[in-house]
Antibody, heavy 121, light 107 residues
Framework: EVQLLESGGDLVQPGGSLRLSCAAS????????MTWVRQAPGKGLEWVSA????????PYADSVKGRFTISRDNSKNTLYLQMNSLRAEDTAIYYC??????????????WGQGTLVTVSS | DIQLTQSPSFLSASVGDRVTITCRAS??????LAWYQQKPGKAPKLLIY???TLQSGVPSRFSGSGSGTEFTLTISSLQPEDFATYYC?????????FGQGTKLEIK
């Protein structure tokens, strides 16, 4: 059974930093692309970043480029999101998500339950 | 960036109705489109990928069609558990954007 368990969400002041983690199990982690998606309270889904199975492809949303860094440790089956220079508009539930195999490898077939990041003074 | 516009944003329907949600892309995205369902307080769930391929375990009353810039998600006969918010996502080019969502409510 695929499981994705996010952690690291917290209350942080504007300008601060936070690192989210996502522990994966139930599948061969290194084979699949992984994605972070966020959802501000009462709002829609926003794609944040993704990383290929090998870690060599890491696209970002314009809203986080230069501030957030996605990474993965395939030996630990863990996905990360390092978030720096946080702003109030980064407040959201952050979901870790797993990709499909094949040509649609960025498509998400499993989602974690999310971790809440609140940016406020 | 590719913009996705869903219509309608809100839809009121009854159990048993056939409903269609449209997703229009600002540029051609071939068939690199997925549809997700999200219920309140829950993570989204994949329904359709590749514009028309039904994800394993998803009821056959859900179907997707389209290519290029116009796509549709159809629910052939609404069930009580289908009342939720639906999102499309393009997977053709970065950033991999979502539509704004369509909230399907009970009439």
């Amino acid at each position: 059974e695929v499981q994705l368990l996010e952690s690291g969400g917290d209350l942080v002041q504007p300008g601060g930093s936070l690192r989210l983690s996502c522990a994966a199990s139930g599948f061969t982690f290194s084979t699949y692309a992984m994605t972070w998606v966020r959802q501000a309270p009462g709002k829609g889904l926003e794609w944040v970043s993704a990383i290929s199975g090998s870690g060599d492809t890491t696209p970002y949303a314009d809203s986080v480029k230069g501030r957030f860094t996605i990474s993965r440790d395939n030996s630990k089956n863990t996905l990360y999101l390092q978030m720096n220079s946080l702003r109030a508009e980064d407040t959201a539930i952050y979901y870790c998500a797993k990709g499909l195999l094949g040509l649609q490898f960025w498509c998400i077939d499993y989602w974690g339950q999310g971790t809440l990041v609140t940016v406020s003074s | 960036d590719i913009q996705l516009t869903q219509s309608p944003s809100f839809l009121s329907a009854s159990v048993g109705d056939r409903v269609t949600i449209t997703c229009r892309a600002s540029q051609g995205i071939s068939s690199y489109l997925a549809w997700y369902q999200q219920k309140p307080g829950k993570a989204p769930k994949l329904l359709i990928y590749g514009a028309s391929t039904l994800q394993s375990g998803v009821p056959s009353r859900f179907s997707g069609s389209g290519s290029g810039t116009e796509f549709t998600l159809t629910i052939s006969s609404l069930q009580p558990e289908d009342f939720a918010t639906y999102y499309c996502q393009q997977l053709n080019s970065y950033p991999l954007t979502f539509g704004q969502g369509t909230k399907l409510e009970i009439k």
